[in-house]
């Protein structure tokens, strides 16, 4: 199951780039509400999810322990969306109820590789934001205080509060390559592309506007945007992460 065919294309070229970052593991944000199943010899088991990379998992695991190198099956389950692909138990530590275990995945096709890899995106993204120093953040909103979460390339996230930086939250605006969500305090999140973009006539100077997007494309990009905030690092202000989440 492709969960973001429209927006995530991942030519083979993409993967080749991601897979160079084949050991960099990704953890879960507490309130991505992704579950996962281990299946050994046909017997499923729960597990919990301590981290993910492009090339496996980190799985902890509670019942009798596995054995190094047998062959399993991982189902990665969100909301109506999941993958399910082979791997191989790689490492396996013993714990006093259970087990904590390293998968290296073997994915049948390239479309299986391609479905795990987009579910893998909003992780990745969202667990790397950080927070850039308030003194290289420009003011340019008389009233408002910006800040500003950087962490991928061609990925930003902004966040505006009334009057300081202790004020109420009032809106953000987050870019993601040509994706974009802005969204103010007790309204309806935007969602636009800049593939989508009309640019100004000279007789009507201004900003740019943008095309009514296709149910599908909003709708992967909404999707992609929730789940990244949901993935937002712990360093990151609470208060911040509350606010972003609550779209």
């Known amino acids: 199951m492709l969960l973001?065919?429209?927006?995530?294309?991942?030519?083979?070229?993409?993967?080749?780039?991601?897979?160079?970052?084949?050991?960099?593991r990704y953890v879960p944000g507490k309130a991505f509400p992704l579950q996962a199943t281990i299946d050994v010899d046909g017997e499923p088991r729960s597990a919990k999810i301590m981290d993910l990379s492009p090339g496996g998992a980190g799985l902890r695991v509670a019942g009798p322990a596995y054995a190094r190198g047998g062959l399993a099956k991982l189902h990665l389950m969100i909301?109506?969306?999941?993958?399910?692909?082979?791997?191989?138990?790689?490492?396996?530590?013993?714990?006093?109820?259970?087990?904590?275990?390293?998968?290296?995945?073997?994915?049948a096709s390239f479309d299986e590789k391609k479905s795990y890899l987009q579910l893998l995106q909003p992780i990745a993204i969202g667990s790397v934001f950080r927070v850039t120093p308030p003194d290289e953040v420009r003011q340019?909103?008389?009233?408002?205080?910006?800040?500003?979460?950087?962490?991928?390339?061609?990925?930003?996230?902004?966040?505006?509060?009334?009057?300081?930086?202790?004020?109420?939250?009032?809106?953000?605006?987050?870019?993601?390559?040509?994706?974009?969500v802005q969204a103010t305090a007790g309204a309806e999140m935007q969602v636009y592309s800049r593939k989508y973009m009309i640019a100004p006539a000279k007789a009507k100077p201004g900003g740019p506007t943008y095309r009514k997007l296709p149910n599908d494309?909003?709708?992967?990009?909404?999707?992609?945007?929730?789940?990244?905030?949901?993935?937002?690092?712990?360093?990151?202000?609470?208060?911040?992460?509350?606010?972003?989440?609550g779209f």
């Open 4 to 24: 973001f065919s429209r927006i995530l294309g991942f030519e083979e070229n993409h993967i080749r780039e991601i897979e160079r970052r084949r050991e960099q």
């Open 79 to 107: 909301e109506d969306s999941w993958v399910e692909f082979a791997c191989t138990i790689a490492h396996v530590r013993t714990l006093p109820s259970g087990c904590r275990l390293g998968l290296t995945a073997g994915f």
């Open 140 to 180: 340019m909103d008389p009233g408002m205080h910006k800040l500003v979460f950087t962490g991928r390339p061609g990925t930003e996230l902004n966040v505006w509060r009334q009057t300081d930086d202790a004020g109420p939250f009032h809106s953000l605006h987050w870019q993601m390559d040509d994706y974009i």
């Open 217 to 245: 494309v909003q709708d992967e990009i909404t999707r992609f945007f929730r789940w990244t905030m949901l993935n937002l690092p712990k360093e990151m202000p609470a208060d911040v992460r509350t606010f972003v989440q």
